[in-house]
């Protein structure tokens, strides 16, 4: 770690994790091709750095609000990989109960508040965490994970300034892969640089590699505990790259095959797994003991997603209002 | 005031207001100007002091975030009331209101309640021209997840917030500006009423008129008139926008066999269309005439006093709309 606190089995702990993400989106994305998930699937392969080492600063009384692209957010938070992709199928036994899909992954029992598909919708929400815990006197932290898009919002501004105004415990972090879908950071920002508007809300900012995960962790971890001190909200932009597509969708005519190639040079699980290695913290047998793990976890939640059932048409109409409305 | 059993609209909302916070400590409430400016229509003067500025919160012009900071608290186990100060600004938080209070439940699989209140001001007649003045109530009732009520007397503005704070559904509360200052009396122990069921404010035999909110006292005024030409008009107070009262509505219809809906949204897409469309669905051969529709005209509500008026429904109007549907007796 940069700062040379972590031992190594948080760092090969992190390393499992980023490699659970991959290997269960890349089997995602297989299943999406089967038709077996549906809808829009916003993969993070490339990001995953930025999941796990913000997991791991994070305590059960936190919450996470999240954006669509939060496979990785909801795995790194515990959720289990066979809810996560029996919600993806559609099924019952999702973490939604197959209401959501892809882009609306929840669990209370995580604290997890979605899975918000509206860019920028989540934060006024992640504002609100943070004031009832404020109000009820828990020294929880709300994590609010943010694309470089959602910068554009107005509630963005909005939230910001409130959290700020108020002094609230939320950490919002901003995954800057520099594209809004397939709009490039220079061609939607007069302003290119998050910090500087987080600043302007009265947020103090701070820009970390997000291909590093210990940089992340570490990061993570002092802006969480600065948080939860009661100083107010703080903004970490993680500067990273999507190598997949926006969805499965997007024939990617706004950036080059070259540009995507150069970024995969920096990829957060190849190059931690090389320094690991030079530190002789891994070998080729412990490695392929972790994959073999990941796998067998994948395996067995498409296989729990498989057999799951479908909810049958006749509760169409279930959690619209609570159960015990009359209406 | 003199009598303590005659308050203002006004009054009513703020004892609710001030009751609901005593009450209960996860109560608190947010807003432009709720607090030190005591609100834009004075309905919470009084509060900040009361309660200080942690549960009278004052909030930057920032619509969205407040309304999904409620919507946020709510989540995080408060019973937060979010002030709007107008239905207009409202659509400034439409998309909190609709893209989360209203799905977070269903799109979490039941695992999310937003237990929240939303109170705004809605409606014309106090010369606030086109951006103050209209009244979007539809926009709210279109929506599964949401719960809309309009309280048109002063028991209703003082028991509806108890009861929408014990929902556990988000409910969004309409105040028609006109009913502000309207007096009446309230009993000493008012207490919650029921949100889900509309209530018969004038029994009659001979027509079923429909109204909600702020046009209430024009349906009662205009009942007055046609009561001295011997037409009994029964007056339906819908109370509840979402979910509508079917049974209340068609039980009067069938005995009246006419009804003219009174509603101060504009005529197109309106909760007078939809209460039309049930009706025709519900009970079309009990109907002896077609159903009438007295809304706003379709323009966005205008300054001058006397073109504003002309804009609105009227008794006058609801009159002429009623004998119409008799036959011109």
Known sequence: ?327 | MTDPTIVTYREAVRAALADALRRDERVFLMGEDVGKYGGTYAVTHGLYDEFGPERIRDTPLSESAFVGAGIGAAMGGMRPIVEIMSVNFSLLALDQIVNNAATLRHMSGGQVGVPLVIRMATGAGAQLAAQHSHSLEVWYAHVPGLKVVAPATIADARGMLWTALEDPDPVIVFEHVGLYNQKGELPIDAGPVDISRAAVRRLGRDVTVVTYGGSLPKVMSAAATLAERGIEAEVIDLRSLRPLDDATITASVRKTHRAVLVDEGWRTCSLAAEISARLMEQCLYDLEAPVVRVCSVEVPIPYPRHLEQAALPQPAGIVAAVLGTMGGR
């Open chain 1, 1 to 327: 770690m940069t700062d040379g606190v972590m031992d190594r089995e948080p760092a090969l702990r992190l390393l499992h994790e980023m490699l659970r993400m991959r290997r269960f989106e890349e089997k995602a994305a297989e299943l999406y091709t089967e038709g077996k998930i549906r809808g829009f699937l916003h993969l993070y392969i490339g990001e995953e750095a930025i999941a796990a080492g913000v997991a791991q600063a994070l305590v059960p009384e936190d919450n996470v609000v999240s954006s669509y692209r939060e496979h990785g957010h909801a795995l790194a938070r515990g959720i289990s990989a066979g809810a996560v992709m029996a919600e993806m199928f559609g099924k019952v036994e999702g973490c939604s109960h197959g209401r959501g899909g892809s882009m609306h992954l929840f669990s209370v029992a995580h604290r997890f508040y979605g899975g918000n598909a509206i860019v920028a919708g989540g934060l006024p929400i992640a504002v609100g965490l943070a004031l009832a815990d404020k109000f009820l006197g828990r020294r929880a932290v709300t994590a609010c994970f943010l694309g470089d898009g959602a910068v554009a919002e107005g509630e963005f501004h909005e939230s910001l300034n409130l959290a700020a105004l108020w002094r609230l415990p939320v950490v919002f972090l901003c995954e800057n892969n520099l594209y809004a879908m397939g709009t490039a950071l220079e061609r939607y920002a007069a302003q290119t640089d998050p910090c500087r508007k987080a600043e302007a809300e009265g947020v103090p900012a701070q820009r970390v590699d997000g291909m590093d995960v210990e940089a992340v962790a570490s990061a993570a971890r002092a802006a969480i505990e600065t948080v939860r001190s009661g100083q107010g909200p703080r903004f970490l932009e993680l500067a990273t790259y999507r190598f997949r597509a926006h969805s499965m969708f997007d024939a990617q005519l706004y950036r080059s095959k070259d540009e995507v190639e150069a970024w995969k040079k920096q990829d957060p699980i190849t190059t931690f797994t090389e320094r690991l290695r030079q530190r002789g913290w891994i070998d080729d047998p412990a490695l392929a003991a972790i994959e073999g793990a990941v796998a067998q976890e994948i395996a067995a939640a498409v296989a729990f997603a498989e057999a799951g059932t479908w909810e049958p048409v006749e509760s169409l109409t279930r959690d619209v209002l609570a159960p015990e409305s009359t209406t």
